[in-house]
């Protein structure tokens, strides 16, 4: 996690997510990079994929804000650690139209069922999971069990901030 999703930060990435500020992942994705390098040293795994939106989202929308994230967190960690073994981005694909994740209430985003999500084909070896923001976990928790249902020996989840819990 780069960083909390309060205050400015908040306003930074959704104004990248819905409103076409993508230059503001640019900072996210270089704080997140550095923090991804770190963890890994030299071993980054390969297998990247993203959280997927559904294809209607992504035309209501006229973009996928999450494939900006990809190609900038993957620029980023090219830049910063100078890498030289290529990642591949995966796909999952979202199977059902919802409604938006941030206009739900915490109990209806705690019910996010794995079979939502889909991946065609066979996965072998580590795979990193990326996503602008987790609130509650569950969408990443449903993407992680079809990843590994699809073969991923691991999942690692990064994000770019995290909602911090109520008190």
């Given at each position: 996690?780069?960083?909390d ?5 908040r ?11 993508h ?11 550095q ?15 993203t ?5 209607k989202?992504?035309r209501?929308?006229?973009k996928?804000?999450n ?21 591949q ?5 979202k199977v ?8 739900q ?30 609130t509650?976990?569950?969408t ?20 770019i901030?995290?909602t911090?819990?109520?008190?």
């Amino acid at each position: 996690m780069a960083t909390d999703y309060e205050k400015i930060n908040r306003h930074l990435i959704r104004a990248a997510k819905f409103h076409d500020n993508h230059y503001n992942f640019r900072i996210y994705c270089d704080l997140l990079a550095q923090k991804v390098i770190q963890h890994y040293k030299h071993d980054i795994p390969s297998l990247w994929v993203t959280v997927p939106s559904h294809i209607k989202r992504i035309r209501e929308r006229g973009k996928c804000s999450n494939d900006v994230l990809y190609r900038t967190l993957k620029q980023s960690v090219y830049h910063i650690s100078k890498r030289e073994r290529p990642i591949q981005r995966v796909h999952l694909t979202k199977v059902e139209h919802t409604a938006p994740q941030h206009r739900q209430k915490r109990s209806k985003r705690l019910t996010i069922p794995t079979s939502l999500f889909k991946f065609a084909g066979t996965l072998s070896g580590h795979v990193v999971l990326i996503d602008d923001v987790m609130t509650t976990g569950a969408t990443l928790e449903a993407c992680t069990k079809t990843l590994l249902k699809a073969g991923a020996s691991s999942v690692d989840v990064w994000v770019i901030a995290r909602t911090p819990p109520s008190l």
